[in-house]
């Protein structure tokens, strides 16, 4: 009876809680078999210059970025899984709804070698394996788009969805406390249908990582990071280089082309003692999506980033807390060099105010560039103007 009454409080505490893929709570179920919960949502408000409806006037809007649930558990010593859902599109009525963001079967051998299936994290940079739950910076994706973070679908069509791809990753850790850290993985990548679009033959995209942390090893889930850990982590140093590669998995039916990326990431923390802590984190890629410019005319077209880009950011956590929190100020800065495009960047200083690490955060930050402006279009005829945003936002989870 105990036992099903604790399934049962499980389930029911499953529709109610949304969660964060690595915050939550642990119900037991028996000795091998347990459930975690918890909750994460992400909202802000955000003033931009010259993007009202009379196109002089800053705007003033409220949005919803994220509204999660996350169910992870365990049924076998060597068997887990994990079930994520997403409020996708939360800031556009039109398109807003839940869906399935991750499904993923876990068999978890060893600290050496373990394989996640279904439909999970695609392997990237590390800002895209931080999740927005976990970076340093609220608004913090402003390099381009790997596929299955440029795609808003599955199947026909896409190439997956919130960095989210279905397919099979392997990884795992070697050396001193794990500190060179690997995963590699096969996924769908961008699919066509049978009258358009590239990849006819349907190439799968192989995709992997490699990271070795120099000084105090991240202590992370699977192949997931962070952005920062706020000191909690130690002196932190690591390094690590990413790619992705699909036959056919870019540009159109008439003018396709092979798609590979590379990208290099590093972090670095240091705790300066009496004073707070420093975090820096960068990121470069480069793309090579070899479709012709006449691709952006074809309506089947998958028109993705051709070209490098780069971003940095500097944060430092000042130690003293202030009421209930500690207050972090942050500079970044982001190039974007487009090969058939025009050039693109962005300024953004801010300041985090940190009430509970990742778990409950407040930032107010400005930005200026045309990153914004210019979007996902990498068209020659791509323009935008440098405007500025004021933008104030919090994060929770449990």
């Given at each position: 009876?105990?036992?099903t009454?604790g399934?049962a409080?499980a389930l029911?505490?499953?529709?109610?809680?949304?969660?964060?893929?690595q915050a939550?709570?642990?119900?037991?179920i028996d000795?091998t078999?347990w459930i975690?919960?918890?909750?994460?949502?992400?909202?802000?408000?955000?003033?931009v210059?010259?993007?009202a409806?009379?196109g002089s006037?800053f705007t003033?809007d409220?949005t919803?970025?994220?509204?999660r649930?996350?169910?992870?558990g365990?049924?076998?010593?060597?068997?887990?899984f994990?079930?994520?859902?997403?409020c996708?599109?939360c800031?556009n009525?039109?398109l807003?709804e839940?869906?399935l963001l991750d499904a993923?079967?876990?068999?978890e051998?060893?600290?050496?070698?373990?394989?996640?299936a279904?439909r999970?994290l695609?392997?990237?940079?590390r800002?895209e394996l931080?999740?927005?739950f976990?970076s340093?910076?609220?608004?913090?994706?402003?390099?381009p788009?790997?596929p299955?973070?440029?795609?808003?679908?599955?199947g026909a069509?896409?190439?997956?969805?919130?960095?989210r791809?279905?397919?099979?990753n392997?990884?795992?850790?070697?050396g001193p406390?794990?500190a060179?850290?690997?995963?590699?993985?096969?996924?769908q990548?961008?699919q066509?249908?049978s009258?358009?679009?590239?990849?006819?033959d349907?190439?799968?995209?192989f995709?992997?990582?490699v990271?070795?942390?120099?000084l105090?090893?991240?202590?992370n889930?699977?192949?997931?990071t962070?952005g920062?850990y706020y000191?909690?982590?130690g002196?932190?140093?690591t390094?690590?280089?990413a790619?992705?590669?699909?036959?056919d998995?870019?540009?159109?039916?008439?003018n396709?082309?092979?798609?590979?990326?590379?990208?290099?990431?590093a972090?670095?923390?240091?705790?300066?003692?009496g004073?707070?802590v420093?975090?820096?984190n960068g990121e470069?890629?480069f793309f090579?999506?070899?479709?012709?410019?006449a691709a952006?005319a074809d309506p089947d077209?998958f028109?993705?980033?051709?070209?490098?880009?780069?971003?940095?950011v500097?944060l430092?956590?000042?130690?003293p807390k202030v009421w209930i929190?500690?207050f972090?100020?942050?500079f970044?800065y982001?190039g974007?060099y487009a090969?058939?495009?025009s050039?693109?960047?962005e300024?953004?200083a801010?300041v985090?105010y940190?009430i509970?690490g990742?778990?409950?955060?407040?930032?107010?930050?400005?930005?200026?560039g045309?990153?914004?402006t210019?979007?996902l279009?990498?068209a020659?005829?791509?323009?935008g103007?440098?405007?500025?945003?004021?933008?104030?936002?919090i994060?929770?989870?449990?």
């Amino acid at each position: 009876m105990k036992k099903t009454k604790g399934i049962a409080v499980a389930l029911a505490l499953s529709l109610v809680l949304p969660l964060a893929a690595q915050a939550g709570g642990k119900i037991s179920i028996d000795e091998t078999k347990w459930i975690s919960l918890g909750i994460g949502g992400r909202a802000a408000y955000s003033a931009v210059e010259d993007a009202a409806p009379s196109g002089s006037d800053f705007t003033n809007d409220f949005t919803i970025n994220n509204a999660r649930i996350y169910i992870n558990g365990q049924v076998h010593e060597y068997v887990k899984f994990e079930f994520n859902t997403e409020c996708v599109f939360c800031g556009n009525s039109s398109l807003e709804e839940f869906v399935l963001l991750d499904a993923v079967a876990k068999i978890e051998l060893s600290p050496y070698f373990n394989i996640w299936a279904g439909r999970l994290l695609v392997p990237a940079e590390r800002q895209e394996l931080n999740g927005p739950f976990y970076s340093s910076t609220f608004d913090a994706y402003k390099t381009p788009f790997y596929p299955s973070d440029f795609s808003v679908d599955f199947g026909a069509g896409g190439a997956g969805v919130y960095a989210r791809d279905q397919g099979v990753n392997i990884w795992g850790a070697f050396g001193p406390e794990g500190a060179f850290q690997y995963v590699f993985g096969v996924f769908q990548g961008l699919q066509s249908s049978s009258t358009a679009g590239p990849n006819q033959d349907d190439n799968p995209l192989f995709a992997g990582r490699v990271a070795y942390n120099f000084l105090s090893v991240e202590k992370n889930p699977g192949y997931y990071t962070s952005g920062t850990y706020y000191g909690t982590g130690g002196d932190i140093l690591t390094l690590a280089a990413a790619f992705q590669y699909q036959e056919d998995g870019a540009g159109s039916l008439a003018n396709s082309g092979d798609f590979f990326g590379l990208s290099v990431d590093a972090i670095f923390e240091k705790v300066i003692s009496g004073a707070g802590v420093f975090t820096f984190n960068g990121e470069y890629k480069f793309f090579d999506a070899d479709y012709d410019v006449a691709a952006f005319a074809d309506p089947d077209a998958f028109t993705m980033f051709d070209g490098d880009s780069f971003s940095v950011v500097g944060l430092f956590l000042l130690e003293p807390k202030v009421w209930i929190g500690q207050f972090q100020p942050y500079f970044r800065y982001t190039g974007v060099y487009a090969n058939e495009s025009s050039d693109r960047e962005e300024y953004e200083a801010g300041v985090n105010y940190v009430i509970d690490g990742h778990n409950a955060r407040i930032s107010l930050f400005y930005q200026y560039g045309d990153i914004a402006t210019k979007g996902l279009n990498y068209a020659p005829t791509a323009t935008g103007d440098d405007v500025s945003a004021i933008k104030l936002a919090i994060q929770v989870q449990i």
